[in-house]
């Protein structure tokens, strides 16, 4: 079951029409990254990824990622595979563009321009996402 992490966010920031001073939303904190089960393994080594949710959504700006959401889905957030679905790997919508292309809002994309600013993103496909335990 997925952890619940609490965050607190300025309401100010979210929406100029918010007068309250604090909100509150609750994001999972860990997310395992499995491909749809009708998706082809694209390589025998391929493993569920463990994604630090709560991790990256304390330290980055909601949008970076849920890029087809505002701030008025705020907290209620559709999640990538519900729309990254399609098996095919150079597919913009499909499941393993968007953990992988070469810019953000994947994960690869990311870590990879993070890295080049100095950053300690891990980008190890074996060694950092694709464990096998
Ligand atoms: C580094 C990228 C990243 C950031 C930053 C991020 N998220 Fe996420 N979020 C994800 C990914 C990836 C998932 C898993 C989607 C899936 O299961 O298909 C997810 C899942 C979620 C879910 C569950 C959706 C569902 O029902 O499956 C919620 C809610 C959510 N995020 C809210 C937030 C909020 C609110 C913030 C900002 C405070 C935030 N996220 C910041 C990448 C991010
Ligand atoms: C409502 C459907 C929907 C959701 C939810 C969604 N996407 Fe997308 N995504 C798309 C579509 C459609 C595209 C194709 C380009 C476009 O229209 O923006 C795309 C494009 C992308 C791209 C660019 C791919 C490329 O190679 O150009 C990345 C990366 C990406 N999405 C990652 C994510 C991540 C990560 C999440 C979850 C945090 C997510 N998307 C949530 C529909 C969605
Ligand atoms: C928009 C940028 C961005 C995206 C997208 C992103 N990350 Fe990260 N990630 C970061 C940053 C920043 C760090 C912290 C790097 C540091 O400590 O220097 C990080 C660190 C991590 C870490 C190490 C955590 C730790 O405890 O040190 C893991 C694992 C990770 N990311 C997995 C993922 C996965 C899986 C995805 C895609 C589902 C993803 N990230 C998407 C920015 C991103």
């Known amino acids: 079951m997925l952890r619940k992490l609490l965050l607190f966010a300025a309401a100010a920031v979210l929406a100029a029409v918010t007068v309250t001073a604090t909100q509150a939303y609750e994001v999972p904190d860990q997310i395992v990254l499995d491909r749809p089960k009708e998706n082809r393994k694209l390589n025998t080594w391929v493993a569920p990824v463990k994604f630090p949710h709560g991790f990256h959504a304390i330290r980055l700006a909601c949008r970076q990622c849920h890029h087809k959401e505002s701030d008025k889905t705020m907290g209620q957030f559709v999640g990538c595979r519900q729309c990254h ?3 095919d ?6 499941f393993y563009r968007a953990w992988h292309s070469p810019g953000p809002p994947s994960c690869l994309g990311c870590h990879t321009r993070m890295r080049t600013e100095g950053g ?3 980008v190890g496909c074996t060694t950092a996402c694709h464990r096998s335990k």
């Open 89 to 94: 790997p150079t597919e913009r919508s499909g």
């Open 85 to 87: 679905t399609d098996d």
């Open 120 to 122: 300690k993103n891990p």
